[in-house]
Nanobody, 124 residues
């Protein structure tokens, strides 16, 4: 089993920045991809960003491109999401997830392990 624990959520104002972190533990942790998802009330869970294990490849949803940066530290088993220029529509519960698929996983059902989520609230 792999355990994922997110931290760093909170209440911020529009235009502020916030960094989310995800720490992994458990069995040998080397998933091919790590992703950040978010889910707002009444909405489906959506992929925000994905980072590949090696090579620096990343994916971002159009809604966050240019504002969010995902990164991972394989030696420390952590993945982070730096969020800048936050908007009220970024308000959601943010989840860290790990995928052992060998192709870019952009859907939630392509991920094998999930964290418990951390709330991000952006006030206008």
């Amino acid at each position: 089993q792999v355990q994922l624990v997110e931290s760093g959520g909170g209440l911020v104002q529009a235009g502020d920045s916030l960094m989310l972190s995800c720490a992994a533990s458990g069995r040998t942790f080397s998933p091919y991809y790590m992703g950040w998802f978010r889910q707002a009330p009444g909405k489906e869970r959506e992929c925000v960003g994905v980072v590949k294990k090696s090579g620096g490849g990343t994916y971002y949803a159009d809604s966050v491109k240019g504002r969010f940066t995902i990164s991972r530290d394989n030696a420390k088993n952590t993945v982070s999401l730096q969020m800048n220029s936050l908007k009220p529509e970024d308000t959601a519960v943010y989840y860290c997830a790990a995928s052992y698929r060998d192709s870019w996983p952009l859907l939630s059902n392509e991920y094998d392990y999930w964290g418990q989520g951390t709330q991000v609230t952006v006030s206008s």
